[in-house]
């Protein structure tokens, strides 16, 4: 290899690291997911919000008076601004 291949290859990888560098500079907060076993234990952790019954399995959630809310072992109850912002879809089942 010449050293002017060298300089190049050299030149792109400073590129690379200046972009992930960049980008971790970038304000990015997801909220996290806070599962819960009972509903009143999510209830207390977010009082201003609705408690939902997440399907970690479907990736859907459940709210009150659904057929499926609470149901299940492979789901937590969690508040619902936190399972929108974690990108789980509501279930439309058992909606009127």
Do not use: N
């Amino acid at each position: 290899m010449s050293w002017s291949g060298f300089g190049k290859r050299l030149g792109g990888i400073a590129v690379a690291v200046a972009i992930v560098v960049g980008a971790g500079g970038a304000e990015v907060s997801a909220t996290p997911l806070t599962p819960f076993r009972y509903e009143a234990q999510a209830q207390r952790h977010c009082p201003h919000d609705q408690v939902v019954w997440l399907d970690f399995r479907k990736g859907i959630y459940y709210g009150k008076g659904q057929k499926r809310y609470g149901q299940g072992f492979d789901g937590s109850f969690v508040c619902l601004s936190e399972a929108r912002d974690s990108l789980y879809r509501r279930s439309l089942l058992g909606l009127r």
